[in-house]
């Protein structure tokens, strides 16, 4: 199953919502961490060297500093951009079947934008 960090703009009962239907889901918050307050690129080479996909609701900059990291041959285990207006259980449906049909480094180097629909 994949691995994700959640970054501080993510909406907190999408975080809650992967939880509660998998309670044994490897997310982190990214404000549990030491990160909290960190810049995109700190994040970004933080879930390359943990295997992370981030899931974000930061288009404006994130797919920047993640293309960046791609050009220069660094790693970038996937982002996965949720569309604010996306309804929550459609972002928990989504991200869990993604999550659970994916393959370790399927995601590697790519931006994926939610909702799959």
Request: net charge negative; hydrophobic share 45%; no cysteine.
């Given at each position: 199953?994949?691995?994700?960090?959640?970054?501080?703009?993510?909406?907190?009962?999408?975080?809650?919502?992967?939880?509660?239907?998998?309670?044994?889901?490897?997310?982190?918050?990214?404000?549990?961490?030491?990160?909290?307050?960190?810049?995109?690129?700190?994040?970004?080479?933080?879930?390359?060297?943990?295997?992370?996909?981030?899931?974000?609701?930061?288009?404006?900059?994130?797919?920047?500093?993640?293309y960046d990291?791609?050009?220069?041959?660094?790693?970038?285990?996937?982002?996965?951009?949720?569309?604010?207006?996306?309804?929550?259980?459609?972002?928990?449906?989504?991200?869990?079947?993604?999550?659970?049909?994916?393959?370790?480094?399927?995601?590697?180097?790519?931006?994926?934008?939610?909702?799959?629909?």
């Amino acid at each position: 199953m994949l691995r994700f960090a959640a970054d501080e703009n993510l909406n907190n009962d999408i975080v809650r919502g992967l939880l509660r239907r998998v309670p044994d889901l490897d997310i982190v918050r990214i404000q549990d961490t030491e990160l909290s307050g960190a810049d995109d690129p700190t994040v970004l080479a933080w879930t390359a060297r943990d295997q992370r996909i981030l899931l974000t609701h930061d288009v404006a900059t994130i797919t920047k500093y993640a293309y960046d990291r791609i050009r220069a041959g660094q790693p970038m285990p996937g982002v996965f951009e949720v569309n604010h207006q996306v309804a929550v259980g459609v972002a928990i449906d989504d991200l869990l079947l993604l999550a659970e049909s994916s393959l370790e480094n399927e995601w590697e180097g790519q931006i994926l934008y939610l909702p799959l629909r």
